[in-house]
């Protein structure tokens, strides 16, 4: 299959090859995206392409080209990056340059429409509206502080004052799916603008459950956005946007997998996995300029309240359970002050503000054959193991988590000489994170029967046995940890002409430490286990478990895991060709990080992924970025490609898990009058999904095409995804939860072919 997408691959490159040894005089140009779609940066006073840093930029024609429609579609043209789709909205772990998790804080940030979500439950939403994506990679810890270590996505939405009309959006595709998006742009006055939006989207999967006879990845989901932009007087902005997005989805469709012989079978759980959210963001951004400054200030609110549901064994048989309900409040507040670029000296300073009340109900449910399976273990006799049964086997907890962070930074750009700029930044930061919990552990434990007991005289009699007794082990307590960095900046530019350059980078990154509430049922299996024999007491009556200050010492010890620090060393260039005719962009890096975070499954049994620091870790990498047209720009093309080799330094050097070593992509377009065609493939790998590198997902690409027809007001466009139908993972576990080593697995989607109805008046 590999080898079908490569030849694929071959043929979207070979017109290129073509245009450029037949075509000797050609006027095309690739325009900077950056300089073309002018979007106010807050703290930027230097345009992407001439900063030291590696970047992408994706416009919204570009996206549709691509049949992007969230964070996860985008990451497989950005070089380095990886965002795996897990099965829901909820998880959407990033992963670049070399870090990355599942669970805990995310390595990459994200702003929408200059809001910082700080929860990474709401980064994974319905694109739609979008005007532009920018993806910054590297540490980003100067200018946007914690959690942007890896790198930064900046999503813009289309701005009213810039764009008016009705969009109408009608989509149609395989695995039943359909989408709806409608937005109204309306500017009735110089000084004000307005926008609304709606959209559905919802899909019967290509997945089914088939111990259940459900669809396994059967999603409904809908929103509206609204955007106020306001000009009250000469030099003042005002923009507020507020945005709702519902989502109902059955998710997390995972199989067994079998890793020799390559075989997916359909999931079986007995309970269907779903997950649900409803989130709010609100944002105002307000502006101020003079001729030389710009002063903003960006306040946001959010909220989230979702629920997860997962049968965590992925076995028809019933071992385990495990339920998540988030309610969260966010706020934030940023005051920035910056130049407007131009002179020899360009900076930018500000004070960044955010507090999160978070609240997690996290009960794990055992099932029959989970308890059946603790009564082995109690080291009982076993004719006394079989006359007793538990029930009632579940713990359930309420865990409060909130935190806030607060920090103050500068950059400067100077300029030394004419080519030569200086880049200097410093960011303090500090994170203040808490945990209030109250869980207990608790089942009923029933014995009925008789049991022989030798008597007097020596000769055995029967004893009656017939007790229902309940066992309880709460904890309760509530602690708190305090993290504090110095994020500074060093950068060198080049000035190479015709908007080309030269640059070094040194940077530090920081990911925010925190706490894993998904411990606390291994915490209590491990207590059991300690109890042992001590459960025959249960015949005489309930057993209470009390705990003492060493016991909660060692809890905190277990649940808390450390920041993680990095410092990135960077050369890359930004190169303007031929005449502007090509634009390339190439990097490498050396990282070093420091008490990596890791994800990992949770203890003996695997009660839910934790989050633990695996010491030390390095990336070395590539990236390189190209963007061309020709032929009178009837053709334009780009192409990607990162190497990462990302190693555990303290387990013997091993791969870090979930980061493929290879990225790449290739797009095309030719136009020709009213009709586009479009070529684009993508791929990664090898992927290890353990720290042993036991397991791994080899190299795979896939093969999507679209062709459109533009009629002005009317585009129609019919895509297609996987078009070579390749089969890949992008997630695998193992579990020994039965007794046996065995492998679940999310399968990539299968071939899809679509069609969209664009409509603008």
């Known amino acids: 299959m590999i080898r079908k997408t490569l030849l694929a691959g071959s043929i979207v490159l070979f017109p290129f090859v073509c245009a450029n040894a037949f075509e000797r005089v050609d006027t095309a140009k690739v325009y900077d995206l950056d300089e073309v779609i002018v979007v106010a940066q807050p703290k930027e006073s230097v345009k992407l392409r001439r900063q030291p840093l590696s970047s992408s930029v994706f416009t919204d024609n570009e996206l549709t080209s691509l049949n992007v429609r969230d964070i996860s579609g985008l990451s497989y043209f950005v070089p380095s990056m990886s965002i795996p789709a897990y099965g829901s909205r909820l998880t959407s772990s990033t992963y670049m340059r070399g870090i990355g998790s599942r669970s805990g804080n995310p390595a990459v940030g994200v702003y929408y429409d200059n809001i910082p979500l700080v929860n990474k439950s709401s980064f994974n939403s319905h694109f739609y509206g979008i005007d532009r994506v920018d993806v910054l990679r590297g540490p980003q810890g100067t200018l946007y502080g914690m959690n942007t270590e890896g790198g930064l996505m900046r999503v813009y939405s289309k701005n009213p004052m810039n764009y008016q009309g009705t969009d109408l959006r009608l989509s149609l595709a395989t695995g039943l799916q359909s989408d709806v998006e409608i937005a109204h742009y309306h500017r009735p006055s110089d000084k004000f603008a307005f926008s609304t939006s709606a959209f559905y989207s919802g899909q019967k999967g290509f997945f089914d459950n088939t111990y259940l006879n459900e669809h396994a990845d059967l999603s409904n989901e809908f929103g509206g956005k609204a955007r106020l932009v306001w000009l009250p007087a000469d030099g003042w902005n005002i923009d507020f946007t507020t945005d709702y997005q519902y989502v109902n989805q059955n998710g997390f469709p995972y199989g067994e997998y079998d890793s020799e012989t390559k075989h997916f079978n359909e999931p079986r759980t007995t309970l269907l996995n779903g997950y649900k959210r409803q989130m709010v963001n609100s944002g105002l951004h307000v502006t101020y300029t003079t001729p030389s400054l710009l002063f903003a200030s960006t306040t946001s609110h959010q909220y989230l309240y979702d629920q997860m549901v997962m049968d965590q064994d992925y076995l028809p048989e019933d071992y385990l359970q495990l339920e998540q309900r988030q309610k969260m409040n966010a706020i934030t507040q940023e005051l920035s002050l910056r130049s407007l670029g131009g002179g020899k000296w360009n900076h930018a300073s500000g004070v960044f503000f955010s507090k999160q009340w978070l609240k997690t109900d996290g009960p794990v449910y055992f099932g029959e054959a989970m308890n059946n399976k603790i009564l082995t273990n109690m080291g009982m006799p076993a004719a006394m193991a079989k006359m007793l049964s538990i029930s009632d086997n579940y713990v359930p907890g309420t865990f409060r988590t909130p935190q806030w962070n607060v920090g103050v930074y500068h950059e400067s750009h100077i300029k030394l000489f004419d080519l030569l700029t200086l880049t200097l930044g410093l960011r303090y930061d500090y994170q203040k994170v808490s945990i209030d919990y109250a869980t207990q552990s608790m089942f009923t434990l029933t014995g009925k029967g008789t049991m022989m007991m030798p008597g007097q005289g020596g000769q055995m009699i029967q004893i009656p046995v017939d007790f229902t007794s309940k066992f309880v082990s709460r904890l309760e307590n509530q602690t708190d940890k305090g993290y504090s960095e110095l994020l500074p900046k060093f950068g060198l530019t080049l000035d190479l002409g015709s908007g080309s350059n030269l640059y070094a980078v040194v940077s530090k990154g920081f990911r925010a430490g925190g706490y894993n509430i998904q411990m606390f049922s291994d915490i209590f299996s491990n207590e059991q286990r300690e109890i042992g024999k001590g ?227």
């Open 535 to 761: 459960f025959a007491a249960m015949a005489k009556g309930d057993m209470t478990v009390e705990h003492t200050a060493e016991d909660y010492a060692k809890v905190e010890e277990t649940i808390t895991y450390k920041p993680e620090t990095s410092w990135n060393y960077e050369l890359g260039t930004h190169l303007n060709l031929f005449g502007g005719k090509l634009h390339a962009d190439a990097a490498v890096y050396y990282m070093r990080v420091r008490d990596l975070q890791l994800s990992v499954m949770a203890g003996d049994y695997g009660y839910g992924r934790q989050m633990i620091n695996a010491g030390r870790s390095s990336s070395c990498g590539v990236e390189l970025s190209l963007r061309g047209t020709a032929l009178d720009n009837r053709f334009t093309w780009a192409a990607t490609y990162g190497y990462t080799h990302s190693q555990l330094l303290d387990y013997e050097d091993n791969h870090v898990p979930f980061i493929p070593t290879h990225t790449f992509s290739a797009m095309t377009d030719y136009r020709i009058g009213k009709f586009t065609f479009g070529l684009n493939v993508a791929g990664n790998g090898p992927t290890y999904w353990d720290v042993d590198n036991e397991y791994r997902q080899k190299l795979y690409a896939t093969l999507g095409a679209h062709a459109m027809v533009d009629f002005g007001c009317i585009k129609l466009n019919v895509w297609g995804r996987n078009l070579t139908d390749t089969k890949y993972n992008t997630m695998l576990v193992n579990s020994s939860i039965d007794g046996t080593n065995r492998s679940f697995a999310q399968q990539g989607n299968p071939l899809q072919v679509g069609a969209d109805l664009i409509m603008h008046f």
